[in-house]
C-alpha cells in the first residue's frame, strides 16, 4: 500500500475524535453555521493535535520505505516528508473551507440516526459526497472534492519526479476522499464503540476483577 495513503488513513482514525467534540447529534433542522463559524470549525479541525502528530508518524513509514527516494533517509529527508503530509492536510482544509464557504456548504456531518450497520455505511457514504447547503438542502460536497484535488494536485510542485505523476496525485486525491470517509465513520460509530467498550468491556473486567477478588477471602 502507498505509505501516503496509509498515513491519510491513519489520520481519519484520529481526527475521527476530534471531529465528534465538535459535532453532535443531528437535530431535524440544525442551525446553520456563519461564515465565522465555518472558520472556527476549521481552525479547530486543521490545528489540532493530531493534525500535526500524524503527519509526523506517516512521515516516519515514508522514511522507512525511503518513498521518495530522492529525498534519502536523513534528516532533512524526514522532514521533506513531515512537510509534505502536513501540507498535503493543510491544502486539503483550506480549499473545502474557501469551497464551503463561497457555495454556502455546511461542512458539517450529522450521524444519521439509523439502526442497522449496511444502512448506517452506506450513510456514511452517500454524505461523503453529497453535502447539505446551509438552508438544509442537498448539494454534491463540492468542499470535500476541492479538498481531494487540492491535496492530491498541489504537492506536485515541490514533490521529486517519482512521486509527481498524474498516477500519483489521483492516488493521493483518493486518499484524502478516504480520510473523510473514515472521519465520517468515526463519527457515525464512535458512539457506539465508546459504548461498548464501556458497557461490555470495563463492566466485565469489573466484574471478573471483583469474582476474583471474593474467591481470594
Known amino acids: 500500500m502507498n505509505k501516503s495513503v496509509l498515513g ?21 433542522a440544525p442551525p446553520p453555521l456563519n461564515l465565522g463559524d465555518k472558520f472556527r470549525l476549521y481552525l479547530r479541525q486543521t490545528y489540532s493535535l493530531p493534525s500535526v502528530l500524524v503527519p509526523a508518524a506517516s512521515a516516519g513509514l515514508d522514511q522507512a520505505a525511503d518513498s521518495p527516494n530522492e529525498w534519502g533517509q536523513n534528516l532533512r529527508g524526514y522532514l521533506n516528508r513531515m512537510g509534505t503530509q502536513r501540507g498535503q492536510f493543510q491544502i486539503g482544509a483550506f480549499c473545502a473551507f474557501g469551497v464551503d464557504a463561497a457555495l454556502h456548504e455546511d461542512p458539517r456531518f450529522f450521524p444519521s440516526g439509523e439502526h442497522g450497520m449496511w444502512r448506517r455505511i452506506a450513510y456514511v457514504a452517500m ?17 470535500n472534492y476541492a479538498a ?31 480520510m473523510n470517509v473514515g472521519v465520517n ?11 461498548f467498550f464501556r458497557e461490555k468491556l470495563l463492566r466485565r473486567f469489573h466484574r471478573n476483577g471483583k469474582q476474583a477478588t471474593d474467591q481470594l477471602r
Open 8 to 28: 491519510m488513513m491513519i489520520a481519519a482514525v484520529c481526527l475521527s475524535s476530534e471531529a465528534a467534540l465538535a459535532q453532535v447529534s443531528a437535530p431535524s
Open 185 to 195: 465513520m468515526g463519527i457515525e460509530f464512535g458512539p457506539d464503540d465508546r459504548r
Open 127 to 143: 454524505h461523503t459526497v453529497i453535502a447539505h447547503t446551509d438552508r438544509g438542502a442537498e448539494m454534491p460536497a463540492f468542499g
Open 148 to 178: 481531494a484535488i487540492g491535496a492530491g494536485f498541489f504537492p506536485s510542485a515541490w514533490l521529486p519526479q517519482s512521486a509527481n505523476s498524474a498516477t500519483d496525485s489521483l492516488k493521493r486525491s483518493a486518499a484524502m476522499l478516504g
